[in-house]
């Protein structure tokens, strides 16, 4: 009752098929991954973003007052002689508040048009400028010439509030300080520009300030 031992040659066989297959497990080629971190491996290209969309007319761009205020998306900040991006819904407010307060100082609601402008931007020139405007107007020189100081100690390259302010002075009989206006207005924009012919005309007394 001994098992009767195996053929020489089919145990040798066997034990070459147990070798044969031990080294074919050694010899499975490397992931993908692997290879692709060693030095003989190429990474993806990466992926080339979308371009961009088109966002319209920059303001930034917009060199003078009329280009700029002719995009609806930019307003003209008079203080730095920039064209700025309108962000929020206060600056769009302010600029209706002062073109409300703009035509009923021009059609001679005085009153009404500072109700108005005082409850814009104090900080912007325009709305400043059109207050000292709407004062003169109404007849008190002292509170004109105190926004129209204001207005241009924001912006002293604000020609317009320059001549107004020279009206001010001629109506109050400085015109010693019109006449500095005036010099400081030709120094800015030349002897040539509205402001400074429009000042000229009333001091020499032959234009009573139709603007």
């Not at 002075?169 to 509205?194: F, P, S, T, W």
Request: hydrophobic share 35%.
């Amino acid at each position: 009752m001994y098992a009767t031992p195996q053929p020489f040659s089919r145990l040798a066989g066997k034990l070459l098929t147990a070798t044969f297959m031990g080294a074919a497990l050694f010899m499975q080629p490397a992931p993908a991954q692997a290879m692709s971190s060693g030095g003989g491996g190429s990474s993806p290209a990466p992926s080339t973003p979308a371009p961009a969309p088109a966002s319209g007319p920059s303001c930034s761009t917009k060199t003078t007052q009329s280009a700029c205020v002719a995009v609806d998306k930019c307003w003209w900040k008079s203080s730095s002689n920039q064209c700025k991006t309108k962000r929020n819904s206060g600056l769009i407010q302010n600029d209706k508040l002062y073109a409300q307060g703009h035509l009923l100082a021009k059609t001679g609601a005085y009153e009404k048009a500072i109700a108005i402008l005082k409850t814009a931007d104090q900080s912007d020139p325009n709305v400043l400028n059109m207050l000292g405007y709407s004062y003169r107007k109404n007849g008190d020189l002292k509170t004109a010439i105190g926004y129209y100081k204001t207005a241009l100690s924001i912006n002293p390259d604000f020609v317009l509030a320059r001549e107004y302010l020279g009206e001010g002075y001629v109506k109050a009989g400085r015109l010693d300080l019109a006449k500095l206006e005036l010099e400081q207005i030709g120094k800015r924009c030349g002897k040539g520009c509205k402001e400074y012919v429009e000042l000229a005309a009333v001091i020499a007394g032959t234009d009573t300030a139709t603007w």
